[in-house]
């Protein structure tokens, strides 16, 4: 079975430009949770999305959102880029009725300019 | 607040050693704790989960122990290979909603 994968591996922008980042869930798994990595913030929940519906929420500013299609894919949408957000972004999928085992993808490495 | 955090950021060890990396956390209402490695240049891996109605629980060659009454959890790993080498996160799944992940333990193995 294939693993979660994300579109684009890398990314270069600059402030002020939006980005978005695409997920692709192991096949079967309906719940796509998305995380940023960064060496002094470690690994921070961003959201969930079920049935393309957000379960849930982290403590982002409303810059970052996310949405989720009918086949499970789902994108995130950062808007006004900061210099703050060079990250890993990291994209999961997992079962419906075992959440807390999340697979990850490879992450899209953004980097801000 | 809702932290989980590490003993210990660095952690080297011989091959063949056993290996064990500490972890504690701070909210006792978490449904499960799970231990995931990271490899450089890839996403976390799942290695194993532990309920948090038991103690202990065994996987191949990693034992994942949790102690509630101090709020501890420990990964050990048996005869540790090369291949082990990665940076290691303790991860609570709170409030059925999310998981909470530590700081990160990078383990390096001596020839």
């Known amino acids: 079975k294939a693993g979660v994968t994300q579109t684009p591996r890398y990314l270069i922008k600059t402030r002020g430009q939006q980005v978005t980042l695409s997920c692709s869930p192991i096949?079967?798994?309906?719940?796509v949770s998305w995380y940023q990595q960064t060496p002094g913030q470690g690994l921070q929940f961003l959201f969930e999305y079920f049935s393309e519906t957000q379960r849930n929420k982290g403590n982002f500013p409303g810059r970052f959102s996310g949405r989720q299609f009918s086949n499970s894919r789902s994108e995130m949408n950062v808007s006004t880029l900061e210099l703050g957000d060079s990250a890993l972004y990291l994209c999961a999928s997992s079962l419906s009725g075992r959440r807390y085992e999340q697979y990850f993808g490879p992450g899209t490495r953004l980097t801000v300019t | 607040g809702e932290s989980v955090g590490l003993h210990l950021p660095t952690l080297s060890v011989q091959e063949g050693d056993n290996s064990i990396i500490n972890c504690a956390y701070s909210?006792?209402?978490?449904?499960?704790f799970i231990w995931y490695k990271q490899e450089s240049g890839k996403g976390p891996q799942f290695i194993i989960d532990i309920r948090s109605n038991m103690d202990k629980r065994q996987g191949q060659r990693v034992t994942v122990l949790l102690n509630k009454t101090v709020k501890h959890l420990s990964l050990q790993i048996a005869a540790t290979q090369p291949g082990d080498s990665a940076v290691y996160f303790c991860?609570?799944?709170?409030?059925?909603?999310?998981?909470?992940f530590g700081q990160g333990t990078r383990l390096t193995i001596n020839p």
């Open positions: 991860a609570e799944f709170q409030g059925a909603q999310k998981l909470v």
């Open positions: 909210n006792s209402a978490s449904d499960y």
């Open positions: 096949s079967g798994h309906r719940s």
